[in-house]
């Protein structure tokens, strides 16, 4: 096996970007939802101006641009061939933080951290604030290869970054990751490889147990609410998450064939906040285009934690991270509730 790290640069074919717009502006749209709001998924007249957006104004050579700026990578791990940026600060004793991005996401996420992170001093901040900044492509996101098997759960990717940091030269970092990324993350902290010195979380994976479902009276208001809310996203928001956890082929025709299939499928657990967030998220729109992939739509990493919240049998518990960590608590974010476990989170 090879430890090689290449340069990689990308540059998505003209002919690509016209076939993609072209099928944007093909849509065969269908009929209007029933409603005045997104009860029933992504409204029409939404998705249409999320799609005119790709297809017109999105400028997608000038994304290439930034992200060849920055340093793309590639290399070989576990038999899969794993894309990350890599950007080292000009300060010296910066240190090195592997950030993990989520579904449905990509590196695209960090292009507003990454400057802060690296070179704090131009932003108003302390140069022993300082990191290298490194992120990878989830395994069949972006520009990492697609497994041709399964398996490729959280502890395998855990392991592939760990194996990564030592691969370019760090034997002391730390790790961070919101959604699937904070999966991984916290995934790097069960496993607690040598260097990593601490992680963090903008989603933390905390699950109730048996005591806490059978007397919710010993629980406190707000993780009460966290339980409802997590109940709720198992009746009402999940069926997403069922589809692609269970049958991810058969989502994957229509999603690689159709670009706005894609763009609303993801637009709609963009909920109906500011039209940019929706643009950053379904960036895989053009990404899609220059790698024939549904990975981005349609697949997720294998899931650590159990699907099903309400009945205690159905509940198992949850790997417990005692690498030092730390967490930010999202309102909204239906998997927080606040906890004290072995690593003082």
């Known amino acids: 096996m090879t430890e090689a790290i290449t340069p990689f640069t990308l540059s998505v074919s003209e002919s690509d970007l016209a076939d993609l717009r072209r099928r944007l502006e093909a849509t065969r749209w269908p009929e209007k939802e029933t409603v005045d709001d997104w009860t029933q998924g992504a409204p029409l007249a939404k998705v249409q101006a999320l799609c005119r957006h790709w297809a017109t104004d999105y400028d997608w050579r000038r994304a290439e641009a930034r992200l060849n700026a920055l340093g793309q990578f590639k290399t070989r791990i576990d038999d899969l061939d794993l894309h990350f940026l890599h950007v080292r600060s000009p300060h010296s004793n910066a240190l090195p933080l592997i950030i993990t991005h989520g579904w449905p996401g990509s590196v695209m996420e960090f292009m507003k951290v990454i400057g802060p992170l690296t070179d704090p001093t131009a932003h108003g901040g302390k140069a022993e604030d300082a990191f290298h900044v490194i992120a990878p492509s989830l395994p069949g996101f972006g520009f990492s290869e697609r497994p041709s098997t399964i398996g490729w759960n959280v502890e395998r990717i855990a392991k592939a970054w760990s194996v990564l940091m030592g ?23 069960v496993l607690r490889p040598a260097g990593c010195a601490a992680i963090h979380v903008n989603m933390p994976l905390v699950f109730p147990d048996a005591e806490d479902l059978g007397d919710m009276s010993k629980l406190t ?23 692609q956890s269970t049958r991810p082929q058969s989502l994957a025709y229509g999603l690689t064939d159709s670009p706005s299939g894609q763009a609303a499928w993801i637009y709609e657990k963009c909920g109906p906040g500011p039209i940019i967030r929706a643009r950053r998220k379904t960036c895989s729109v053009p990404m899609k285009s220059s790698t024939t992939s549904c990975s981005i739509g349609c697949r997720r990493p294998e899931p650590p934690q159990p699907d099903s919240i309400g009945k205690a049998s159905e509940v198992s518990p949850a790997p417990i991270s005692t690498c030092p960590s730390g967490l930010a608590s999202i309102p909204k974010k239906s998997f927080a509730r606040p906890v004290v476990g072995p690593s003082g989170v």
């Open 221 to 243: 208001p707000r993780e009460q609410s966290a339980l409802g809310a997590m109940a709720y996203y198992q009746a009402k928001d999940s069926g997403y998450s069922k589809q």
């Open 167 to 189: 691969r370019l030269g760090y034997d002391r970092w730390v790790a961070q990751g919101g959604d699937w990324g904070a999966a991984v993350t916290t995934g790097i902290g």
